[in-house]
Each structure stands twice: as structure tokens, then as C-alpha cells.
């Protein structure tokens, strides 16, 4: 047999795969003893409330969708209210008193020893986006109601320095109402009344979904939702990262600096509703085209804004150089009337959400995209009206909680995986939180979760089942240190 260079190079291959496999395959036994040392050490570290529980609650809750074959939950849908029920029993079962507020938010609260001290409050959202992933807000709710469960069964629940009190946040997602933190802001004290007139695509206000679930809001008790700022400590939240610092840097946990701040626009473009197959093309007046070229126009000015803000008209160059860096802009949402394929439509709209950490700068971008949006709209014979939906400014995180998340952090990765090193990341938010609307309340501090690849958003979305663990494990921690 003559053996030519190539097979040559494929025995070479064949040994190099072999001894691979080889190498691998004693690196997994060694890690499956390794693993089994480890357990007996970390059957302590609660795995079975705080891993185990909490990933099949993970699931459980990710089926409870208003829609079939993907996940959707939007603000008091019928699948929120059963997932609002399913909460509030592992609340109860976590030992907390429980009960559901004017805006649909579900609250489990136990006082400790001192039940006038300032209560620490956890939260995140049990609403999603449509075809969501099932820890986008679960994870923040079920991680800190294990974290108590472990309290609970410890014995030191009824024990804590101040009361601890979890909120299950109705709305944060804005998909219904294109208005976020409905439930959030109430608690806050920030949402305006106006809010219970704002309509779903059916024409349904916030008041009378509520009202549909038997809750009566009215002006006066959504008032009353409102915390005394001088009943609350201050309140923290555990979220997957949505993006994918924390994977690069091989990390389970990291602390959260600030949270970008985001606008959301709707933009209705009106024209000559006609017939696609008998108007010219020089006759049209064709808000699909305009909107269309709205759209470029909104990459172009996010991608560069340098080149579109004036410095002296806009904003100063600090705004202009963090904007180049931070800015992002999104269309997420279009429709047209009538929608059929051979009718040039009479009304397109569409929205618009914009996020930078620099709220000088974002306002700069919204005033010249406006100024550019109605320049395209007469030159094109169209009409176009901008509302404007929703505005949170941007959020720094406390340095205190944010310092004694990142110690408990730390600690419960070094518990999970021993050596950890010395730095725990603090990263930007480009994701919007319930954190925003908490903190015109109290201080705020957060903690991320890898998530695999930084997908949200997404069904792909995921956590891995022992980095759950590891922020239960840090709620948990933390909880020890700073209530008990
Ligand atoms: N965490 C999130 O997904 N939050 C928001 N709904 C957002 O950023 O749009």
C-alpha cells in the first residue's frame, strides 16, 4: 500500500483524535469523582431548594402562557393571573404572608423581629415578552423566594433584623400597554393616573383589565400603592444579564453599575390609501416607502450620531463621545392598514425604542430623529405623528448594596466552584429593569446571571442549572449577612 501524503496526514489525524478522546475522557472521570468529593461538600449549600426546586420552578412557570407552543404573558393576562397564583403559594410555602395589590403585583412579606424597621424589598416582573424565555423575571422571583424557603427551614425567618418583603412586579415588559414598570412605578409612587386610560390594541384600558380580574383601581388607591420611602431599606433584584459580558468572562455572577436609560416613541405615518396595481408611482403617497426610509434614517442616526448631533445645538461632547458608544436603537413593532398585498396602505405605524446611558444625549437623538422624521414626511407628502410612550432616565446603582451583593456574590461562587478570582464584574444594563422605577423609592442594587450566548428575548434563552444555584446561593448569602 503506498501511503501518499494525505493519508499520511489522516493516520496522523486518526492518533492525534485518538489520544484527544483519551485525554478527554479521563479529564470527565476525573471531574466525575471530583463532582462526587464535591457534593458531600455541597450538600450544604442547599441544592436541593436552591437548585434543584428553583430550576423545575423555573420550568413550571415557563409553561403558563397565554399562547400555544411559545411563551407570552402579558400585564393581567389570564396565563399572569395563574402565574401570580402559582407565586403566591411558593411564597406561602417559603412562609411569607401573602397578598395581591390594586395593580396586580403579588407580595410575600415576613416582618422579623422588628417589623417598624425599614424592609428590605427583592423583586423582578412575571410578565414576558411574546415568545419569551422562561428566566427573563422568574429568575429574580423564584431565586429569592428559595433563598427564604432556606430561611424558613432554618429557623431564621421569624429571626431577621427587618422585615423582607418579595414583590412579583406585574408589568415590566411593556408589551401590552407599551408603557413599562405599570407595576413597578405604582409601588414607586411614579406611575401617573393617566396610566389606568392607557388602551391595549383591543381598546381595553388599564382599569378595566384590572377590573376584569375583580380589582378595582381608581385614582385615589392607586395613590395608596405607594411605599413610605421611610419603610424601605432598600431593594435589590437578581436578573439573567441578557447579554453576553459574563460568558466571555467565564463568570456565573456579576454586580450591575447602572441601567441605560430608554424611550419609547410610536410613529404613525398616514398617506393615500389605493389600489397597488392603477396609481403611478409618481402619484403615490406611500406611507410604507416613507416608513421604510424613516427606518434607515433611525439606524444611520444610532450608528453615527457624531455625524447627525451638532455639538453646540444638541448637547456637549461628553454626551455626544458616551452616546457613540452606548446608543442603540430598535424597531420592533410595525403594522399597516389594511395590511393586504395589493392595497398601497393608508397607515403605517410603527414603534421606536431608543437607549443610552446618557440622558442628555438620548433626548439629543429624539429631538434631531423627530426634526428628520418630519423633514422626510413633507418631502414625501405623508403625515406623521410622534408619541411618545415611555421615558425612564437612567439608574446607578447604590455603592453600598452593590459592594455587599458583590461580597455575597463572591462568596457563593467561592462555596460553589472554590477558587474564584478577586474580581467580580460590575457591568452597564442595557436592558431596562423594575430596579428603574424602585429607585425613585429607595437605593437599588443588582445582581446578573450568565445566560447562554447573551440571549433573551428569545426561547433560546438560557441558564445554566448551577449558575441558578450560585444566585440563589448569593441571595441567600446575602440575606445572612445584611437582615439576619
Ligand atoms: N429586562 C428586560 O428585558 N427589560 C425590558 N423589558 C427591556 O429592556 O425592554
Redesign the pocket.
Known sequence: MTITKQSCLSSRRFLFDYLLLFLLSTAALASIFSDDAEISGRNDLFREILRDEAVERLHELGKVSDADGYLERTFMSPASVRAGNIIRGWMEDAGLRTWVDKMGNVHGRVEGMNASAEALLIGSHLDT?VDAGIF??SLGIITALSALKVLNINGTLGKLRRPIEVIAFSD???VRFHS?FLGSAAVAGILPSTALQISDKRGMTVQEVLKKTSIEITEENLLQLKYDPKSVWGYIEV?IE?GPALEWLGLPLGIVKGIAG?TRLKVIVRGSQGHAGTVPMSMRHDPMAAAAELMVLLESLCKHPKKFLNYDVHCNDISVESLSTSLVCTVGEISAWPNASNVIPGQVTFTV?LRAMDDMGREAVIYELSYQIYQICEKRSVSCIIERKHDANAVICDSELSSNLKSAAYSASKKMIGEVRDEMPSLMSG???DAMAMYHLTKVGMLFVRCRGGI??SPAEHVLDDDVWAAALAILDFLETNVN
Open positions: 415578552v427573563d423575571g415590566e415588559e411593556g413599562t436578573h441578557q430608554q425604542d436592558a431596562g429593569h433573551s428575548h
